[in-house]
């Protein structure tokens, strides 16, 4: 099984700040990878996935952009955070399987 | 209408107690079920696909109805510890993603 790693676990940036966020995965090669975000009590919006090194599709237009420069990293980034931005989010990933593994989360508060 | 719809809940049952969630979604194409949980502030971990003919797993049984496009999930004896959200969870064969339902809390109460 694979397992997705992701830092910092919590932040506290502040309106108009820059951010990335970096998700790795381990376990397995050429997964498919996605960027979630979870507002408070509410469910699961897919934000990016990637099927490979470079590719990229966007679910919602947004301020955050996304990155793979290597298989098995994935970035989630803004050049000026909103306030709107404050969430949880999970990076996940999938291969061979149908399971979706998450990352522990990032903790992202917008001030 | 969302792709995949679930009763927010929370359901709030004594231990013991027999709980039942249902699930809902829109695109017929959908070819892959799952329900995971999520404890509070953590990542979502699979609990268990669902298969066609219906599957069980210790106290939890899941079920499909693709006629309906429906998917349920039962919870007998309810511990203190499945207190979690349940999110259902749908992938289609023309989609590399899956979606997902907001999720059902439950809390399970002594």
């Known amino acids: 099984s694979q397992t997705i790693h992701q830092w910092p676990a919590t932040l506290v940036q502040p309106v108009g700040s820059p951010l990335s966020l970096e998700c790795t995965v381990e376990?397995?090669?050429?997964?498919?990878l996605y960027w979630y975000r979870q507002a408070a009590g509410r469910g699961l919006q897919l934000l990016f996935y990637?099927?490979?090194?470079?590719?990229i599709s966007s679910e919602v237009p947004q301020n955050l952009s996304a990155s793979r420069p290597q298989d098995r990293q994935f970035i989630l980034s803004s050049k000026k955070l909103l306030l709107s931005d404050s969430g949880f989010y999970l990076c996940?990933?999938?291969?061979?399987?149908?399971?979706?593994?998450f990352g522990p989360g990032t903790r992202l508060t917008v001030t | 209408r969302k792709e995949v719809e679930q009763d927010p809940g929370p359901f709030n049952v004594p231990e013991g107690a027999t709980v039942a969630f249902n699930c809902t979604y829109s695109?017929?194409?959908?070819?892959?079920f799952f329900w995971y949980r999520q404890d509070c502030r953590k990542e979502p971990k699979l609990l268990m696909s669902?298969?066609?003919s219906g599957n069980e797993d210790g106290r939890f049984t899941a079920q499909l109805n693709r006629a309906s496009q429906y998917i349920s999930l039962l919870i007998r004896d309810s511990k203190l510890s499945d207190s979690a959200t349940y999110l259902c969870?749908?992938?289609?064969?023309?989609?590399?993603?899956?979606?997902f339902g907001a999720g059902t809390r439950l809390t399970v109460k002594p």
């Open positions: 996940a990933g999938r291969d061979n399987s149908h399971e979706q593994y």
């Open positions: 990637s099927v490979g090194i470079g590719q």
């Open positions: 969870v749908v992938k289609s064969w023309n989609n590399n993603d899956m979606r």
């Open positions: 669902v298969y066609s």
């Open positions: 695109n017929s194409a959908s070819q892959s």
């Open positions: 376990g397995t090669s050429n997964p498919n």
